[in-house]
């Protein structure tokens, strides 16, 4: 199985700051990745995915970027809505895996 | 207004068995990747399976952690996705979430994301 690990865990940031979340993956795959957010008590919601496209009607503050194993999401300024948990996907091949999340709070 | 509403969720022994639906609408369910994906209290995402569109056969793939005891099907004629849950473990316990795919082209296969998700419904196994 396809290992993905997130980097940070755990981010305290502040609104309007710029933030970057990394994911590595265990083996190449290619661009094949998303971005999902979620928010406590809600379902994830797709955010990026082809490591770069953004869904229809995400904000374009966020951006993805990577191929093979190395990805990162950036939110370009943070706004209170964007406090919430992300988790990158792999979706190569299977089976699916997610990341084991970041965190995102409030400074 | 693409929506997915999943139910059947509740509390089961370990050992048991439960069913949970997915009812579908506005979009043409008969075309779409659905998957499943869970949820343990206080955790990540899991992957737990998927079935294709009804052109690919309605073929299944799942989780290593649920394959044998986990099995996914379709109602075309409802708009109804099923997941039936046998031999039920307390690691089951979780948030069962269904979503549709979206289908992406690349390198001579279409790959699978999860654009459209339900809100969940709860699973508890204990005795």
């Known amino acids: 199985d396809i290992q993905l690990t997130q980097s940070p865990s755990f981010l305290s940031a502040s609104v309007g700051d710029r933030v970057t979340i990394t994911c590595r993956a265990s083996?190449?795959?290619?661009?094949?990745l998303a971005w999902y957010q979620q928010k406590p008590g809600k379902a994830p919601k797709l955010l990026i995915y082809v490591a770069s496209t953004l869904q229809s009607g995400v904000p374009s503050r966020f951006s993805g970027s990577g191929s093979g194993t190395e990805f990162t999401l950036t939110i370009s300024s943070l706004q209170p809505e964007d406090f919430a948990t992300y988790y990158c996907?792999?979706?190569?091949?299977?089976?699916?895996?997610f990341g084991q999340g970041t965190r995102l709070e409030i400074k | 207004e693409v929506q997915l509403v999943e139910s059947g969720g509740g509390l089961v022994q370990p050992g048991g068995s439960l069913r949970l639906s997915c009812a579908a609408s506005?979009?043409?369910?008969?075309?779409?990747?659905m998957d499943w994906v869970r949820q343990a209290p206080g955790m990540g995402l899991e992957w737990v399976g998927r079935?294709?569109?009804?052109?690919?056969?309605?073929?299944?793939n799942y989780a290593a952690s649920v394959k044998g005891r986990f099995a996914i099907s379709s109602d075309e004629s409802k708009n109804s996705l099923h997941l039936q849950m046998n031999s039920l473990k307390t690691e089951d316990t979780a948030v069962y979430y269904c979503?549709?795919?979206?289908?992406?082209?690349?390198?001579?296969?279409?790959?699978?994301?999860?654009?459209?998700w339900g809100k969940g419904t709860t699973v508890t196994v204990s005795s």
């Open positions: 979503a549709s795919l979206r289908a992406v082209y690349g390198d001579g296969y279409y790959y699978h994301y999860m654009d459209v």
């Open positions: 506005g979009f043409t369910f008969s075309d779409h990747y």
């Open positions: 079935i294709s569109n009804k052109g690919n056969s309605y073929t299944t």
């Open positions: 083996q190449g795959i290619r661009s094949y």
């Open positions: 996907q792999q979706v190569n091949s299977y089976p699916v895996t």
